[in-house]
C-alpha cells in the first residue's frame, strides 16, 4: 500500500535551510579542491634533468668546467656548468665552460664533457649522432691563434699511447661576426716516444677551417659567407667501421657536408706528406713530427661530447695555435660569464651505438686533454 508523505511548513523550512548549508559546504570543498590541484600543478614542474631529455647517460661520465668529475649524471644537473633549458619549443641539454677555471688533467682548456665511459678498436663499429646548437663563444682572444673564439662539440680521443684525438669538431666565431666556422680537426698519433710534434690537419665544413686566423691580435678574417650563426640548430653524425671515420653534418639551409678518414693508415708518415696548411700554422712553433705508419689501429678510442671551450687566458707568447691569451678575470667563474668570456653549447638529441665486439673489457675515463 503506498502511503503519503505529508511534510510540514517547519519540517520544509527545516529541509531547505540544511540544502543551503550543504551547498555552501560544497562550494568551499570545491575551492579547497581547487587551491588543491594549483599546488598539484606546482608540484608538476619538478627539475628536468638531462638524463629526461636524451636518455644515454649510462654510458658516460661528466667533467664539469670546474675540473671536478660528476661521474654517471642520470637525475643531476649543476646549475653553473650543466642543466637543461627549454627554448619554447623543445627541452635542451646545456653544457658551460669558462675560458679559465680549474682545468682536467693535463689540458690548458676548461670543459663540461662528457667522456664515453667504455673504449672500442677502430676495427670494429661505433657510431655518435647530436643535433646541437652554439649559443655562445668566449668575447675575448687573441685573433692570431687559431683556438680563440672557439669551442670543440664532439670528439674521438684515445684511451692508449700518447691518447691524442683523431677527431674534434670545432665551431668558432670572430668577435662582430654574425656567423661562425664548423671545422673538423684530425691529430696525428705522432710516430716514437716524444708527442711534442703532433699538429692537427682541419677540413671545413662550414665557413672557414683552423688555420684562418687574424692579421693582429685585433684584426679578424672576413666573416664566412656560408657560416653558421649563434643559436642556429646543425647535427653531425660520426660512424667508424673498420678503421674508416665517415662523418656527415646537416643543417637546414646549408648544403650537407660528408667526409671520411682512414684511421688505420696514415698518410702523413713522412715529413715531405705534412700538409702546407700544417707547415704555415704548427711547424713554425716547432710540432713538426709524422705520424705513425698504422695511426690509431692499436689503440683504444673513445667518444666525447660536450663544451670543451678552446679559448684559455695564457699567453700567446707561449704557443701561438692554443693559448689565446682571452679574458678570465683571475678565474672568477661568475665574472667571466657577466661578459661573455665562456663557451655554451645546447644538445637537442644524441645517440651513441657500440657494437659488442667493439666494446673493451677494462673501463676507461678520460686521463688528460
Given at each position: 500500500?503506498?502511503?503519503k508523505i505529508?511534510?510540514?511548513?517547519?519540517?520544509?523550512?527545516?529541509?531547505?535551510?540544511?540544502?543551503?548549508?550543504?551547498?555552501?559546504?560544497?562550494t568551499?570543498?570545491?575551492?579547497?579542491?581547487?587551491?588543491?590541484?594549483?599546488?598539484s600543478?606546482?608540484?608538476?614542474?619538478?627539475?628536468?634533468?638531462?638524463?629526461d631529455?636524451?636518455?644515454?647517460?649510462d654510458?658516460?661520465k661528466?667533467?664539469l668546467?670546474?675540473?671536478?668529475?660528476?661521474?654517471v649524471?642520470?637525475?643531476?644537473?649543476?646549475?653553473?656548468?650543466?642543466?637543461?633549458?627549454n627554448?619554447?619549443?623543445?627541452?635542451w641539454v646545456?653544457?658551460?665552460?669558462?675560458?679559465?677555471?680549474?682545468?682536467?688533467?693535463?689540458?690548458?682548456?676548461?670543459?663540461?664533457?662528457?667522456?664515453?665511459?667504455?673504449k672500442?678498436?677502430?676495427?670494429t663499429?661505433?657510431k655518435?649522432t647530436?643535433t646541437?646548437?652554439?649559443?655562445?663563444?668566449?668575447s675575448?682572444g687573441?685573433?692570431?691563434?687559431?683556438?680563440?673564439?672557439s669551442?670543440?662539440?664532439?670528439?674521438?680521443?684515445?684511451?692508449?699511447?700518447?691518447e691524442?684525438?683523431?677527431?674534434?669538431?670545432?665551431?668558432?666565431?670572430?668577435?662582430?661576426?654574425?656567423?661562425?666556422s664548423?671545422?673538423?680537426?684530425?691529430?696525428?698519433n705522432?710516430?716514437g716516444?716524444?708527442?711534442?710534434?703532433?699538429?692537427?690537419?682541419?677540413?671545413?665544413?662550414?665557413?672557414?677551417?683552423?688555420s684562418v686566423?687574424?692579421t693582429?691580435?685585433?684584426t679578424?678574417?672576413?666573416?664566412p659567407?656560408d657560416?653558421?650563426?649563434?643559436?642556429?640548430?646543425?647535427s653531425?653524425e660520426?660512424?667508424?667501421?673498420?678503421?674508416?671515420?665517415?662523418l656527415?653534418f646537416?643543417?637546414?639551409?646549408?648544403?650537407?657536408?660528408?667526409?671520411?678518414k682512414?684511421?688505420?693508415?696514415?698518410?702523413?708518415?713522412?715529413t715531405?706528406?705534412?700538409?702546407?696548411q700544417?707547415?704555415n700554422?704548427?711547424?713554425?712553433?716547432?710540432?713538426?713530427?709524422?705520424?705513425r705508419?698504422?695511426a690509431y689501429?692499436?689503440?683504444g678510442?673513445?667518444?666525447k661530447?660536450?663544451?670543451?671551450?678552446?679559448?684559455?687566458?695564457?699567453?700567446?707568447?707561449?704557443?701561438?695555435?692554443?693559448?689565446?691569451?682571452?679574458e678570465?678575470?683571475?678565474?672568477d667563474?661568475?665574472k667571466q660569464?657577466?661578459d661573455?668570456?665562456?663557451?655554451?653549447?645546447?644538445?637537442?638529441?644524441?645517440?651513441?651505438?657500440v657494437?659488442?665486439?667493439?666494446?673493451?673489457?677494462?673501463?676507461?675515463?678520460i686521463k688528460n686533454?
Amino acid at each position: 500500500m503506498n502511503k503519503k508523505i505529508i511534510i510540514s511548513g517547519a519540517t520544509f523550512l527545516f529541509l531547505s535551510i540544511s540544502l543551503i548549508l550543504t551547498s555552501c559546504t560544497n562550494t568551499a570543498k570545491k575551492t579547497n579542491t581547487s587551491t588543491s590541484l594549483s599546488t598539484s600543478e606546482v608540484e608538476v614542474q619538478k627539475t628536468v634533468y638531462a638524463s629526461d631529455v636524451i636518455p644515454f647517460f649510462d654510458h658516460w661520465k661528466l667533467i664539469l668546467g670546474d675540473g671536478s668529475n660528476a661521474g654517471v649524471v642520470n637525475n643531476f644537473e649543476n646549475k653553473d656548468f650543466f642543466y637543461t633549458a627549454n627554448d619554447g619549443s623543445n627541452n635542451w641539454v646545456v653544457y658551460k665552460a669558462p675560458n679559465s677555471g680549474d682545468t682536467h688533467g693535463t689540458s690548458n682548456n676548461t670543459r663540461t664533457e662528457l667522456a664515453q665511459a667504455k673504449k672500442w678498436s677502430p676495427l670494429t663499429d661505433a657510431k655518435l649522432t647530436a643535433t646541437l646548437k652554439v649559443t655562445n663563444v668566449s668575447s675575448t682572444g687573441d685573433a692570431r691563434v687559431a683556438a680563440s673564439y672557439s669551442v670543440v662539440v664532439g670528439q674521438i680521443h684515445s684511451a692508449d699511447g700518447h691518447e691524442n684525438e683523431p677527431l674534434k669538431i670545432f665551431y668558432k666565431k670572430f668577435p662582430g661576426h654574425t656567423k661562425g666556422s664548423i671545422f673538423w680537426n684530425y691529430e696525428i698519433n705522432t710516430l716514437g716516444d716524444d708527442n711534442s710534434g703532433r699538429w692537427d690537419y682541419s677540413s671545413a665544413v662550414w665557413g672557414n677551417n683552423f688555420s684562418v686566423v687574424g692579421t693582429d691580435e685585433n684584426t679578424y678574417p672576413e666573416e664566412p659567407i656560408d657560416g653558421i650563426a649563434l643559436g642556429e640548430e646543425f647535427s653531425y653524425e660520426i660512424e667508424v667501421k673498420d678503421g674508416i671515420m665517415n662523418l656527415k653534418f646537416i643543417s637546414e639551409g646549408h648544403e650537407t657536408k660528408s667526409f671520411t678518414k682512414n684511421l688505420i693508415e696514415s698518410e702523413y708518415t713522412t715529413t715531405t706528406n705534412i700538409p702546407k696548411q700544417t707547415q704555415n700554422l704548427f711547424v713554425p712553433i716547432g710540432q713538426d713530427g709524422v705520424e705513425r705508419k698504422n695511426a690509431y689501429a692499436s689503440e683504444g678510442l673513445f667518444f666525447k661530447l660536450g663544451s670543451y671551450n678552446q679559448t684559455n687566458g695564457k699567453s700567446p707568447e707561449v704557443n701561438k695555435v692554443w693559448c689565446s691569451g682571452a679574458e678570465t678575470h683571475g678565474g672568477d667563474i661568475q665574472k667571466q660569464y657577466e661578459d661573455g668570456n665562456y663557451a655554451e653549447v645546447w644538445f637537442k638529441t644524441a645517440s651513441i651505438y657500440v657494437s659488442d665486439a667493439a666494446v673493451s673489457n677494462d673501463g676507461y675515463f678520460i686521463k688528460n686533454d
